[in-house]
């Protein structure tokens, strides 16, 4: 399964993507996780399951929501705790979390 987190150029999010990547390989789990930018997104979000948005660009999340209902992608906000911390692991059960609920793991 493939999932992304959203920030505003792919900046901030590649470390956070990074940590969760990393959980994902320590659980030996089937999951990547990509960074990206908001507006790339709308390009390829055929290629992903789950999308979050990093904190900051929540007022995206409308139009993040328009791109992703194409292809039945959930799209939530990063648990702002997670964020804060840079805590892969956690970002990673709300991935999985996310996924399990809408049928796609």
């Given at each position: 399964m493939k999932a992304i987190i959203l920030c505003s150029w792919g900046?901030?999010?590649?470390s956070l993507a990074?940590?969760?990547s990393d959980e994902a390989k320590k659980r030996n789990l089937d999951i990547v996780v990509?960074?990206?930018g908001t507006g790339e997104f709308k390009k390829k979000a055929a290629n992903y399951s789950v999308a979050l948005l990093e904190p900051q660009v929540r007022h995206l999340k409308k139009e993040v929501e328009v791109a992703a209902s194409k292809f039945d992608i959930p799209v939530e906000i990063?648990?702002?705790q997670a964020f804060?911390?840079?805590n892969g692991g956690k970002v990673l059960d709300q991935i999985?979390?996310?996924?399990?609920?809408?049928g796609k793991m």
């Amino acid at each position: 399964m493939k999932a992304i987190i959203l920030c505003s150029w792919g900046a901030t999010s590649s470390s956070l993507a990074k940590a969760a990547s990393d959980e994902a390989k320590k659980r030996n789990l089937d999951i990547v996780v990509d960074a990206g930018g908001t507006g790339e997104f709308k390009k390829k979000a055929a290629n992903y399951s789950v999308a979050l948005l990093e904190p900051q660009v929540r007022h995206l999340k409308k139009e993040v929501e328009v791109a992703a209902s194409k292809f039945d992608i959930p799209v939530e906000i990063v648990d702002m705790q997670a964020f804060a911390f840079m805590n892969g692991g956690k970002v990673l059960d709300q991935i999985i979390k996310i996924a399990k609920d809408a049928g796609k793991m």
